[in-house]
Nanobody
Framework: VQLVESGGGSVQAGGSLRLSCAAS????????MAWFRQFPGKEGEGVVF???????VYGDFAKGRFTSSKDNAKNTMYLQMNSLKLENTALYYC???????????????????????RGQGTQATVSS
């Protein structure tokens, strides 16, 4: 199983980025997928999770500005980030696991270490 993120980059405050997470080799029809952000020297923090039933839950800081979506035909999950702020600068990871129970808790209490598969991360930098 492999996850590959892309779409990060530099953008001015108020701008938008769309992150992509392409999955390959994942055959389990049941899963929990999530986007995390990581600040330097900090643990990853859950941004949004989405399970194979279509349930999607956002962290409070992401509500209203971030949108997660999936293209099942392309095995790709997206994170559309709008109205970006300086504090959204972070390394963003996507992660996946067959344990759907991971998607049943609070988004911000998720740990990236609980997921069996994670991508290499993509950097999003917001400047003033």
């Amino acid at each position: 199983v492999q996850l590959v993120e892309s779409g990060g980059g530099s953008v001015q405050a108020g701008g938008s980025l769309r992150l992509s997470c392409a999955a390959s080799g994942y055959t389990d029809s049941r899963y929990c997928m999530a986007w995390f952000r990581q600040f330097p020297g900090k643990e990853g923090e859950g941004v949004v999770f989405s399970d194979s039933n279509g349930e999607t839950v956002y962290g409070d800081f992401a509500k209203g500005r971030f949108t997660s979506s999936k293209d099942n035909a392309k095995n790709t999950m997206y994170l559309q980030m709008n109205s970006l702020k300086l504090e959204n600068t972070a390394l963003y990871y996507c992660a996946a696991d067959h344990a759907m129970s991971l998607c049943w808790g609070e988004v911000t209490s998720l740990s990236l270490a609980w997921f069996t598969t994670r991508g290499q991360g993509t950097q999003a930098t917001v400047s003033s």
